[in-house]
């Protein structure tokens, strides 16, 4: 449990900061446009991503406390935010693992390879593990959401309660990260860093 705690706040920590580093570039990437528009876009979305993770396991336990949800019903309830994340999640980290290739190309610096070099294992390993649990997950899904509109009562009652609490975290990591990026955006003074997309997104 104390672990747990611990992944999650690391997590937290690690989504506001990509949230504030994003916002810092949001108007003036908005401008430029092209590849770094896209590596702030990919910052945002790992942002949103971690908050999400965060929620969903928050939630899940608050559901459980309440009497909300069964306990069965909880590795539906995340397997389900799996499925909808993983995607974008691979997507959006191989564009920051890209860049920050591209910034040790541009200055072969200690930092810039420890950063490359962890972005391509934490990249490959989550590619690796979508690959084996994608299919899992998603069959957890189906069997955990095929009772909706079976006319057995308790099931379309958990199954939609599952639904209704996925769009809900979801929601809530998005408008997260968005009102953070809003807070920060703009916040720094145009620089040729960035103008040349040389710029670092954490990602975990």
Request: glycine residues 8%; charged residues 10%; neutral net charge.
């Amino acid at each position: 449990m104390g672990m747990l705690l611990l992944v999650l706040l690391f997590n937290l920590v690690v989504s506001f900061f990509n949230a504030r580093n994003v916002g810092r570039v949001w108007a003036e990437s908005k401008a430029l446009g092209g590849w770094i528009r896209l590596v702030v876009w990919a910052g945002a979305i790992q942002s949103a991503i971690g908050f999400t993770y965060v929620y969903a396991f928050v939630v899940s336990y608050i559901a459980v406390s309440t009497g909300y949800l069964p306990v069965a019903m909880i590795d539906v309830l995340l397997s389900l935010m799996y499925v909808m994340i993983i995607i974008p999640a691979i997507g959006s980290a191989i564009v920051i693992t890209i860049q920050s290739w591209i910034n040790v190309a541009r200055e072969k610096s200690l930092m810039n390879i420890g950063v490359a070099g962890w972005n391509t294992f934490a990249t490959a390993y989550n590619t690796y593990n979508a690959v084996q649990s994608f299919g899992p997950a998603l069959d957890s899904v189906t069997e955990g959401l095929g009772g909706l509109f079976s006319g057995d009562g308790d099931s379309d009652d958990n199954a939609a309660r599952v639904i209704l609490l996925a769009a809900i975290v979801l929601l809530a990591g998005v408008l997260t990260t968005t009102v953070i990026i809003r807070r920060y955006e703009a916040s720094l003074p145009v620089s040729e860093e960035v103008r040349s997309a040389n710029r670092n997104l954490e990602y975990r």
